[in-house]
């Protein structure tokens, strides 16, 4: 597993007690209430995490994150604390390895449902659609082609898998079944409103978010928080808006990429990843700063 000055495949900090390695993220305990999430440049596809970082990945996704974390405060709190980075860790060796991809966030309970909104026919919502008619037992207008916008963004809940394993499509009663039917509702609605916000918002400086994944949590009083990340280009597609064309999938600044190069190889999809090739992990590092550039402005 290589590791340059530009690319951080795996955090290692002696000052904080490391919680968990997920596919993407190392989470470290700071306190009682607060932890550390450092967003490292490791890439998973097909929940296979790769042996390949992509360089600047995780500075990428941590400054996206942030962005609509500070835009969309107005409809749901976030997790991002007021601890300043040099409070949580203290230690100048530590803090140099993980500046602009860590952020200190409040200490919640997260909620066993990745939220998922759709906006577009894409991915397995396409597969599902073309042998059912219908995305997640959600039904859907016949004569839809591949890409094609959906008649209203749907709501499409998943069950959050242990690193290695498949995230598996729950129905809405479900997640009614796993929350209770008030907070069911309110994660549906809270998730739909998220995504009208941010696609509008994208949609003006040239990138169509086709479908994105919220996760939340809930803090000591029981009120909904928005947790993880937000608006991504891994935890989303997006879509050039000018090379956009229904009936065929878009070209776009995410890690769809990295997955279309992977379905050419002989490989099953089970760990161990295949090496990826550099030109691939340069293109790759350049479609997550490209979205980075649109999004932000800078």
């Known amino acids: 597993m290589t590791q340059t000055p530009s690319a951080l495949y795996e955090s290692s900090l002696k000052s904080l007690s490391l919680i968990q390695r997920g596919k993407v993220r190392d989470i470290y305990e700071v306190d009682a209430q607060h932890l550390l999430i450092v967003t490292t440049d ?7 995490i790769l042996p390949d970082p992509i360089p600047g990945k995780g500075a990428v996704l941590t400054a996206v994150s942030c962005f609509w974390f500070h835009r969309l405060a107005n409809i749901i709190p976030n997790h991002l604390a007021d601890m300043p980075l040099e409070q949580a860790v203290p230690d100048a060796d530590d803090r140099a390895q993980v500046a602009g991809r860590a952020v200190v966030v409040k200490r919640l309970q997260p909620l066993p449902v990745e939220a998922i909104a759709r906006g577009y026919l894409i991915g397995s919502g396409w597969k599902d659609y073309q042998q059912t008619g ?44 796993l929350l209770g039917q008030d907070r069911a509702e309110q994660v549906r609605e809270v998730t739909l409103t998220l995504y009208r916000e941010a696609a509008a918002y994208a949609l003006e400086r040239g990138i169509m978010i086709a479908d994105t994944k919220f996760e939340f949590g809930l803090d000591a009083n029981g009120a909904l928080v928005l947790i993880d990340e937000a608006l991504t280009p891994d935890s989303s597609r997006f879509w050039p808006a000018d090379q956009y064309q229904p009936g065929m999938s878009p070209p776009s600044f995410d890690k769809q990429f990295v997955r279309d190069y992977l379905e050419t190889l002989d490989w099953d999809k089970t760990p161990p990843g295949p090496r990826l090739p550099e030109a691939i992990l340069q293109k790759t590092a350049q479609k997550y700063q490209e979205a980075q550039r649109r999004l932000l402005g800078n």
């Open 42 to 48: 490791r890439l998973s596809a097909f929940d296979v």
């Open 134 to 177: 219908s995305v997640c037992g959600i039904s859907l207008p016949e004569g839809l082609r591949q890409a094609d916008r959906l008649p209203e963004p749907i709501y499409t809940p998943s069950t959050k898998a242990a690193v290695g394993d498949h995230d598996e499509n729950v129905s809405f009663e479900q997640t009614v079944d």
